[in-house]
């Protein structure tokens, strides 16, 4: 399976946009990048996948670049609630099964 | 919908005891996960059942462990015997499709 590269931590302002990147450079042409998070103290979320197109949807919007070698998650208006730790994910297909989760990035939000 | 049960919720018992962890999945998923999530090694998944029959246990660690899954609204995470680095938190999660959904956790203590 391929890897994934996050930065471990990032801050944001309340009210911001949070754009969270991810390296996997090593993907292949059937693996789906999927985003999850993990609010402290909880069961991870599932946010957005994608396999090439950008996605959107009501939680974030997911930029996959041309080459697939990269990808960021973007939470158009951050608030104090997305404070968790973003998981970047690639999958080898659309079930979303065998999930392999990395150390992930701890966004924080601050006022 | 109440989501992914899971019970205890916290757990603490002497080593070489016998530890149960339990879950109910979402009605009408058809996938089941169960995953174990420590400080050092993060968030691993351990088995993974489709349509009640185990597909994938290359995660669970050892023999101490096991997973049933007797029907499609219940399944177990077995540790006989349990040992102090059992310690963690596990997760059961539940999929019809691409997205996982994750119950609270089991927060487990041995002593």
């Not at chain 1, 693996?31 to 998070?37: G, K, L, M, P």
């Not at chain 2, 349509?51 to 177990?76: C, H, L, Q, W, Y």
């Amino acid at each position: 399976d391929a890897k994934t590269t996050q930065p471990p931590s990032m801050d944001c302002a309340e009210g911001r946009a949070a754009n969270l990147p991810c390296n996997h450079s090593t993907i292949s042409g059937n693996e789906y990048v999927y985003w999850y998070r993990q609010i402290h103290s909880q069961g991870p979320q599932y946010i957005i996948h994608g396999l090439k197109n950008n996605e959107t949807n009501e939680m974030a919007s997911l930029i996959i670049t041309e080459d697939r070698k990269s990808s960021t998650l973007i939470l158009p208006h951050a608030t104090l609630r997305d404070t968790a730790v973003y998981y970047c994910i690639v999958n080898p297909n659309n079930a979303g099964n065998m999930l392999t989760f990395g150390g992930g990035t701890r966004l924080m939000v601050k006022p | 919908d109440a989501g992914v049960i899971q019970s205890p919720r916290h757990e603490v018992t002497e080593m070489g005891q016998e530890v149960t962890l339990r879950c109910k999945p979402i009605s009408g998923h058809n996938s089941l996960f169960w995953y174990r999530q420590t400080m050092m090694r993060g968030l691993e998944l351990l088995i993974y059942f489709n349509n009640n029959v185990p597909i994938d246990d290359s995660g669970m660690p050892e023999d101490r462990f096991s997973a049933k899954m007797p029907n499609a609204s219940f399944s177990t995470l077995k540790i006989q015997p349990s040992e102090p680095r059992d310690s963690a938190v596990y997760f059961c999660a539940s999929s019809r499709r691409y997205e996982q959904y994750f119950g609270p956790g089991t927060r487990l203590t041995v002593t």
